[in-house]
């Protein structure tokens, strides 16, 4: 198995994640159950400009967005950077009228779920990762 190294990093806004080895352990835990190992992971905090130019530059999509996964999993090790716009999560937590820290668990638990091989692009597929994300959010409190 892979060395367990799950990081968490800001470029571009000053942000620092609480409970990090909270969140931590409660991600690779999310890892195991979905019957993968955890590998490198590096979850990136930065602002709503940085993660628009990325979607330009990479995905050829020129919308703001709250996460970008890249999945550089190999066989059973799941590995990636999660990039998250803090200010989306934040926007999306008032639209919502949800905490903002639950909200950042969501779109965190949703990047862990899609290096898993989950996807959210048909209402179908969709609605299992929502209850994916709602499972595992239910099982840790912060």
Known sequence: MAENLISFQSDSIDFDL??????????????VA???DPGEIAFVF????????????YL???TYT?????????DETIS??????IERVRDNALKYAVNS???LHRVMIHGILHLCGYSDKESDAK????????????LRTF
């Open 101 to 103: 820290t639950k909200e």
């Open 80 to 85: 990636g950077e999660i990039y998250i716009s």
């Open 18 to 31: 609480d409970k990090k080895d909270t969140i931590r352990e409660w991600l690779r835990e999310t890892v």
């Open 34 to 36: 979905e019957g993968f």
């Open 60 to 62: 050829n999509h020129d």
């Open 66 to 74: 709250d996460i970008i996964t890249f999945d550089y999993s190999e």
């Open 127 to 138: 609605a299992t990762m929502t209850g994916k994300e709602d499972y595992y959010l239910s």
């Open 46 to 57: 930065t602002g709503d400009e940085s993660l628009l130019e990325i979607n330009q530059k």
